[in-house]
């Protein structure tokens, strides 16, 4: 009995129901571990990526998801300072600037961008978009436990509030925060004055963040697998 209509049927219903919602083979998923969003220019053209530490690949954007795991769930803290967020008790999500146990410690390189390559050897990291159930916003928080905000995509998006400057060959680590659990794309541009070029702009380039992905999707992908194993191996 030949059962391979069943196994593409099959397959075709598990790839409808979780579209939009299981990543495609093709992208990788960062849950834990130090990763940067990367920037470099190199050859007249400017290079935003994801940087895998642990193994030290690099990943275009559109091949990564940042994901961010149930433990970077927490309350908004009670001081004023941290209204940006929310109401104070309310639950967000972060990846945080110091490494925590199973979270990506996510930060900020430009360790490819040398001394004199942009003037004043600095470049801008701009907030131009964010898509998803909630806000986002990136800050930095000082040893007293006062933050700095950079980026907050809850009082609306600008380009004149919405930035972070980036020297060139640094490496520095913030807060990635997230009002609700969801997807997100997230879109920066890059701007600099660079030395021979002149002023360059990256154009939006968009980061995926998964924030606390459904477990029932990830159930329903696992059935999937095992349905179409069984199917397989019944055509032998």
């Not at 942009?118 to 159930?133: E, Q, R, W």
Request: with cysteine.
């Amino acid at each position: 009995m030949n059962y391979r209509p069943l196994a593409k049927i099959g397959m075709l219903a598990i790839c409808t129901a979780a579209a939009g919602s299981v990543p495609s083979f093709s992208q990788t998923v960062l849950s834990t571990g130090h990763a940067d969003v990367g920037i470099a220019y190199e050859l007249g053209a400017w290079n935003l990526h994801v940087h895998n530490h642990a193994t030290e690949e690099e990943y275009s954007p559109s091949e990564a998801i940042l994901q961010l795991n149930p433990e970077s769930a927490r309350p908004i803290p009670a001081s004023p300072s941290f209204s940006f967020l929310g109401s104070a008790g309310t639950t967000f999500y972060v990846l945080p600037q110091v490494e925590e146990a199973n979270l990506i410690f996510l930060g900020l390189g430009a360790e490819e961008v040398l001394a004199g390559d942009f003037a004043g050897d600095n470049m801008v990291l701009t907030l131009k978009s964010v898509t998803g159930p909630g806000n986002f916003s990136l800050y930095s928080v000082d040893g007293l436990g006062n933050p700095t905000v950079f980026m907050n995509s809850g009082n609306g998006i600008s380009d004149g509030t919405d930035f972070v400057n980036v020297p060139a060959e640094s490496h520095n680590h913030y807060n990635w925060a997230f009002t609700m659990p969801g997807t997100y794309t997230v879109g920066f541009e890059a701007t600099g004055t660079h030395s021979t070029d002149g002023p360059v702009a990256s154009g939006l380039v968009n980061y995926r963040f998964e924030v606390i992905p459904e477990p029932s999707t990830w159930a329903l992908l696992a059935v999937g697998s095992v349905l179409v194993f069984g199917l397989q191996k019944r055509r032998k």
